[in-house]
Each structure stands twice: as structure tokens, then as C-alpha cells.
């Protein structure tokens, strides 16, 4: 199933390009311009924009939706050195925690 | 010895090289790895590495090696020594702590970022007991070392708050055993000779700002008690000559200048940095507008794309360095730190190239009334009005609860490179470092979309003119030498 435009502006998107999970974290960052309905579809997902804000354009919302499916597949190779990282950042400014006797 | 062993261990491995970076730029290739080196290669170099085709007998395999480029030759003790020294910051916790003394200011820059009021302004004053509560909360932190900032508006609008901060972190330095800096950052317009007596007797550095030649700097910082150039110029001098005399019993540091580059800028590089010169500044920190805060409203008078900017940067450096060939001393202080991180493989401190960043693990700003923020970016997109970055407050939360607060976690993870793309796959990576506020305020989410992101734009071509340079061998002993251990 490839990416398609609907007649009522909405997009039916391919899952094997964005997961449920991307579309949901895309909807999040433009959630101050447009409301984004997401539905489950044949392959894949419909997704339909009301209320949208002048300016905004589908396709600014699927760059993004892109970019959070980037990070998540990201996130399943370098988990481990990303979260070594970040785990001794914040224990490192903690401090250590005194012993209780 | 270590390479010896290592090749013993992996020869039987496929000679692919390590994980590296690369970028094309013209003819040539440079490539990064994550233990901060880097090298320039011809194309047919580069093909032979990404081949696993550098043997021994190939001219570059001594110096790639060396760098951690060749698989089988790779000396974990000394690479990982240099991971560790650029990323020393991983070790420790806040060091660099902004004070906010009042939002009151009497100037009205164009691109302020700082939510300044007017002079009159009511109630954004902290008071002194305020202030002593923020340092009693900064020498909480666990780094060793501490600096603490003092910053407005215009802090010299609410003296008795700086004194108070400042005799009690003194004494609070001496008990604790830390190591403390004191620096305030002034317009000067309120200085006086009797405040900057007790500045200097309290080892407290100034640093001001300058935009350029009167006309721009007056243009950019507009100040309707009088003539802010003249003012700043003057206590330049004035500070300068006390650490060119060191009084007696006092330790003055040599003053510095910020500059913030406006559209007005952009087309006199030359003047700007030889007003420093004729200044008598040995440094010219040459800082991009962003668009939060103020500066936010008036983007379309006063903004610029990213690519404006690195233009502008790349000319300035050539000047400068221009200027250096004829014995002229003066350095570029981002260039420095991003230099020092290159060639030295060590932390400089900045706060805003760093993975992951410096919001509230690196450093906490401490609003008039206490409450705290991941950064001084964080406090002004608070001020707005959303407090996503509010960390906690001086009063009512532990350094350990504001250190594992939701915007602290949330910053460490959505700036760590390793967990960005487009970040983690490019040739900068060693050395960059996002910055979610901007991203949150620009783009819409603290993980930001490179691809489309102004700031990494600008980043991007302040590294592409360093390692441009690095690659002359003319300006290459220049660069070298502004960040000689």
C-alpha cells in the first residue's frame, strides 16, 4: 500500500513505512495546530487533520512523522550505548547517595 | 605495545574499518570517529579505508591507525583515554550556575533574550536571602568546581542581592573546599568605582557586551540613559588597566566582550572585529541569535537564515586570522572550545555542544524568586508562560529531586546524540551537541528534526569553516596554537 491523498484531505499511510507509534508521537508535536485522528486501515493507517492552523500542510506532518520513525528505529540499535550514556549523566550530577547505618 | 596486542588478537577479522564518520566536501573526505579524531582523505584513500583496504603498507596506515581508523590496530587504552577526556563532563555535575538577580534592565536590545523588564519594574527582584539560598543550592551540586553567574536584566539594578550572593558563596567556597568562580555579566551602565572595588576585591570577573562600532552596538542596545557604547568601552578600559596593574592583595582578571550577531551585522565583519582589537580584547566570542525570547517577535527585522550566518562566521574567522599573521593576538571563543575538543580531545565547558546537553546536569538557572530551570533558554520560554523546563525551586526541592526531575531526564535523553538522527550518523558528532529547548521552541518537540533545524545548520558551518581551516597548513598552526595546552 503506498502513501495516498483521500478526497476529504486525510492520508492513508503504508505500515510498513511508519508504525502506530511514530504517527502518534508526530500527532503530539503538531497537537497546538491541527487535531490528528489516527485509524487503523487495510496495511496500514488513515489518518484525517482537522481544525488545522493556517499554514499547516500534511506533508510538514509526515516529514515529521518520518523523522520520529527515524528515531525509534534509531533507538533499537544504539539503546544500549544511548542509555550507558545518559544513566551516567544523570548519576553523575546526582551525586552519590549517602549510606544509611 | 597495546597495538601490538590488539593486532594479535584481530587479525583474523576482517579488515572492514571501526565505526567512522564521513562527510564529502569537494574532492577530498573527512572523516571523524567517536574518540574525537579526524583526518582529511583524497577520494581514493577514503575508498580504500571504507574497503578495509589501508594495509600496512599503504602511506596513510601509520596515521590512521594512530587515529583508531584501522580495525586491527586499534589501542583501546589510549582511545579510550580520549573519550573519556572529551566527555569528562559525564563525570560530574552542575557547574555552571546562573543567578538571576532581577528581569528589571534599562536597556531594551533588539534580540534580548532575557524577558528583561523596564528599570521600574516591580517585584522581579531577588532578594538577598534569596540569593543566599541559590549559592547554599549550587554547592549542593557534586562538581568539584563551581561558577556562578550572575545575570538579569541587569544585575548591577539590584546590588544588594550580588553582594549578599557574593560574601556568602565566598565563605561558603572556603568551608565546602570547592572551587569556586564568580563572573558577572553587565552592561556596565551602573557600574561604579566603588562596586567594581568590591568586585575585584571578591575575585568577581565581568564580562559585558559589544556588538561592533558605536552605530551598531548603539543600534542593537538601545539605552535611553545615555550612550551604552561609550559606557561599555570605558569600563573596558577601566578593567583592563586593573589587571594590567594587579593591585596590591587583589587578583583582577582580564575583562571580556560577548557579541551578538544581528541581520545589522552581517555585513561588517571587518569593523565589528576591529573595533575588539582597537578595544584592546584579546577575545571575540561570535554568538548566533536564536529565535526565542524578544528576539522571537522582531525575526523578520532582525533574523537571518543559518547558511547568513556561517557566512558571516567563515569571513570573520579569515579576518582574524588574517589579522593574526600580522602578530595581531586574538582568538574566536567558540572556535576555541570547539578547537579544544578537536585537537586537544578535551571538555572546554560549553554547555551548549554537548551530548548529552548541559540543561540542568551541566548547569541550572535560577530564576528572581527561586525557582530553577534547566538553562537560562529554559527560565525565558518559562517567563513566556510554559514551565516545561522548570526543574524546581530553591525552596521547596531537594538538588537530588531537581537532578531527577521530568525536565531534567527529559532533556538528558532527548539530547543525546546517540538517539538522534541524522546526529548520530554524522561526521560532527564527536564534537556537537542539540539543544532541546531550541528545538522545543522552534520546532515543536524536544527531540527536534535535524534535517530542517536552523540551529544544526549553523552548526554545521561553523564546523565545516574550522576543519575547512584545518586542512591549510598555514591556518591549521594558526588554529592550533589558540588552544595551546
Known sequence: ?101 | MAQKKAAKKTSAAAAVPPQLFWRREGADFLVTNDFGHYAWLKKKDFDALAAGKVGEKHPLFAGLSAKGFVRDRLDFDSLAAKWRSKNAYLNTGPGLHILVLTLKCNHKCLYCQAAAGGAGARDTDMTPATARACVDFAFKSSNPGITIEFQGGEPLLNWPALVAAVKHARSRAKAAGKELKLALVSNFSLMTEEKARFLMEHEVSVCTSLDGPADLHNKNRCFSGGNSHAVTLKWLKYFQKKNADQPAGIRVFKPSALLTVSRYSLSRHKEIIDEYVKAGLEDIFIRPLAPIGYARNLWDKIGYEAGDFAAFYLKSLDYILKLNRSGVVLKEKMASMMLDKIINSRDPGYLDARCPCGAAIGQIAYNYNGDLYTCDEGRMVGWEGDEVFKVGNVFRDSYRKVMASDATRACVVSSNLEAQPDCARCVYKPYCGVCPVYNYEVQGSLWGDMASNDRCGLFKGIFGALFARLKGPGSEALLKKWVEK
Not at chain 1, 495546530?33 to 482537522?50: D, I
Not at chain 1, 500542510?57 to 523523522?67: K, S
Not at chain 1, 520520529?68 to 533499537?76: F, I, K, P
Open chain 1, 1 to 101: 500500500m503506498s502513501d495516498k491523498v483521500k478526497k476529504d484531505g486525510g492520508l492513508r499511510l503504508d505500515a510498513a513505512v511508519y508504525s502506530g507509534e511514530a504517527l502518534k508521537l508526530a500527532a503530539f508535536v503538531f497537537s497546538d495546530r491541527v487535531s490528528v485522528t489516527l485509524k487503523p486501515a487495510k496495511g496500514g493507517f488513515e489518518v484525517l487533520f482537522k481544525n488545522a492552523a493556517p499554514g499547516f500542510a500534511p506533508g510538514d506532518y509526515l516529514n515529521e512523522a518520518l523523522n520520529q520513525q527515524c528515531r525509534l528505529d534509531l533507538a533499537g540499535k544504539n539503546s544500549k550505548a544511548a542509555g550507558m550514556i545518559a544513566t551516567k549523566a544523570l548519576l553523575s550530577a546526582a551525586g552519590s547517595a549517602r549510606k544509611k547505618k
